[in-house]
C-alpha cells in the first residue's frame, strides 16, 4: 500500500516520505514540514487514533485522512472528532484516493494564499502615523479638524516623510464610505493617465477592447489619493481642474458625462508655489488643490519621534522576517539621533530592515554611511547628560532594576553572547555578570 501511494503521489508532489508505525512517523514530522498524513489506523504499537502528537501539536499543523478496512460508525466519528480532514474505507480504488489529497491540498493552497494576501493588506494599510514630538502632534491635530470636510487638501513633504499616510489618516477619520484609492501620477505614460484616471469606452483607442472604469468612478463616495501631482503634464491639468469643479468625468471616447462624488488629496514632493511661478503647474488648478496644506515635516525636524518610531519599526519588521526583536543599544539610538535622515522615515525603516537581515547595529551602518549632523550628535550628549531619566532605548517609567536588565543584555548581545568581553564594557566581574542571570532564570522580578 505504502509503495503504491508513494509511486502515485509523487507524480503530484516533490516531497512523498513513508513510515510503518507510529513511532517512525513522529520522527519524520519532526525532522520536516508535513501538509498532510494518509494513515491507516491499524498499525503495530499505537493505533493512528492514537497518534496525539500529530493533532494537538499547533506549531506543526497536518491535514489528516484516515484511512481503514474495519470501520464502523463510532470509529468514524471518533477520527472526525481528532480533526480528521477525510475517512476513507479499504479497499479503495487510487482515483479515490487522489482526489481526496487534492482537496485537502487546494484547501491547504488556500489558507496560505489567504493568510499571505491579509499579511500584504496589513504590511500596506494597517500602518499609521508614529510620535509624540510636538510637529506631529501638531499635524495629527490638523488632520482631525480637516478630515470631516469634503474640501481637497494639498499635502507637501520631502520623499518618504509618509504623505500617503497623512492622506489615509484624512480618510479614515472622513467616515466616508467609498475607498480610498491611491495613484501615482509620475509613474504612468501621459497618454495612460487620462484612461486610468477617466476611464474608456470600448474602441476608444487601439488596444481598447472593452470599457473600464476610471479611478475617479472606482473612488466612488471616497477618497482620491494624487500622488506626485506635479508630475501630471500640464495638458492633464487643464482636465483635472475641469473634474474639479463640475464633479463630473468623462470617459475616453465618451460623449456623456458621469457625475462623480470624489474627495481629491494631493501631494507633492515640490514646492507647487515654486513650480507654479516657473510655468511648469497651472496656477488655477493649485488654487482649486490648495484649499488647505498640510506640510509634512522631514524626519530631522522631528527626531524626537525617533524614540517611538524606532522600537515600531524593529517589532515589525523581526515579525515580517520571522525573528527575535533585537535589542537596540544606547549608542545605537545616540547614531540615529545624530543622523541627518535625508530619506526621511522611510530610510530609517530600510536601514532598520537591513540591521536586522544582517545582523549588525544601526551605529554601525550609519558610522559606514557617514553622514552625520555633528551639532546634533553635540546636542544629544548633552541633553543625555542633563536627563538621564529620559535616555533614548529605556521609557522613563521603567524601574531601575529593569533598565540595568535590559541595558546588560544589550551589551552581551552586541558581543554576540561573549559575557567575558560584555563585562569588561560593564566594568564587572563575569561572576556578577553569571549571578545576574542566574537570578533572572530563577524568576527574580525586575520591574519592583
Not at 491507516?40 to 491535514?63: C, H, M, Q, V, Y
Not at 460623449?255 to 470624489?262: A, G, L, T
Amino acid at each position: 500500500m505504502r509503495t503504491i501511494l508513494t509511486k502515485a503521489l509523487n507524480k503530484w508532489f516533490g516531497n512523498v516520505s513513508t513510515a510503518s508505525n507510529i513511532e517512525q512517523a513522529e520522527q519524520l514530522r519532526q525532522q520536516q514540514h508535513v501538509d498532510l498524513i494518509v494513515l491507516d489506523i491499524n498499525l503495530p504499537g499505537r493505533l493512528g487514533t492514537e497518534w496525539e502528537e500529530a493533532f494537538n501539536d499547533p506549531s506543526k499543523k497536518s491535514d489528516v485522512i484516515f484511512m481503514t478496512g474495519y470501520a464502523d460508525l463510532e470509529l468514524a466519528i471518533s477520527a472526525l472528532k481528532l480533526g480528521a480532514a477525510d475517512f476513507i474505507l479499504k479497499p479503495f480504488n487510487l482515483d479515490q484516493m487522489l482526489k481526496a489529497v487534492s482537496r485537502c491540498m487546494d484547501r491547504r493552497l488556500s489558507e496560505r494564499m489567504n493568510i499571505a494576501l491579509a499579511r500584504e493588506v496589513q504590511q500596506k494599510h494597517s500602518k499609521q502615523i508614529i510620535g509624540q514630538c510636538e510637529a506631529t502632534l501638531q499635524m495629527l491635530q490638523l488632520i482631525q479638524q480637516l478630515a470631516p470636510s469634503k474640501a481637497s487638501v494639498l499635502i507637501e513633504g520631502e520623499s518618504g516623510t509618509g504623505k500617503e499616510l497623512v492622506a489615509r489618516e484624512l480618510h479614515q477619520f472622513s467616515q466616508r464610505k467609498g475607498p480610498f484609492v491611491a495613484i501615482n501620477c509620475g509613474a504612468l505614460a501621459p497618454e495612460l493617465l487620462e484612461s486610468e484616471l477617466f476611464g474608456h469606452t470600448a474602441g476608444a483607442f487601439t488596444g481598447a477592447n472593452k470599457s473600464r472604469e476610471g479611478l475617479f468612478r472606482v473612488a466612488s463616495g471616497g477618497t482620491l489619493f494624487l500622488d506626485e501631482i506635479g508630475e501630471m503634464p500640464l495638458t492633464m491639468q487643464t482636465t483635472l481642474l475641469r473634474v474639479l469643479e463640475q464633479r463630473t468625468v468623462r470617459p475616453v471616447g465618451s460623449e456623456k458625462e458621469i457625475n462623480v462624488d470624489v474627495r481629491v488629496l494631493a501631494a507633492t514632493n515640490r514646492s507647487l508655489e515654486q513650480e507654479v511661478e516657473q510655468g511648469c503647474f497651472r496656477q488655477d488648478l493649485y488654487y482649486r488643490l490648495n484649499v488647505v496644506k498640510i506640510d509634512v515635516p522631514p524626519l530631522r525636524e522631528r527626531r524626537d519621534d525617533l524614540s517611538d518610531l524606532v522600537p515600531y519599526f524593529t517589532r515589525q519588521l523581526a515579525a515580517e522576517v520571522g525573528v527575535a526583536e533585537p535589542q537596540w543599544a544606547h549608542q545605537d539610538m545616540l547614531a540615529m539621533q545624530a543622523y541627518s535622515w535625508p530619506g526621511n522615515v522611510r530610510e530609517l525603516r530600510n536601514m532598520l530592515e537591513r540591521c536586522i537581515l544582517l545582523k549588525r547595529t544601526p551605529a554601525d551602518l550609519l558610522d559606514d554611511n557617514g553622514d552625520f549632523d555633528t551639532e546634533q550628535a553635540k546636542l544629544t550628549a548633552s541633553r543625555q547628560n542633563q536627563d538621564s531619566a529620559s535616555c533614548f532605548g529605556y521609557p522613563s517609567h521603567w524601574s531601575l532594576k529593569k533598565v540595568e536588565k535590559s541595558h546588560i543584555q544589550q551589551v552581551v548581545e552586541h558581543h554576540d553572547g561573549n559575557k567575558s568581553a560584555a563585562s569588561r564594557d560593564l566594568g564587572v566581574a563575569r561572576k556578577t555578570l553569571e549571578r545576574k542571570y542566574k537570578d533572572w532564570l530563577n524568576g527574580e522580578d525586575c520591574d519592583e
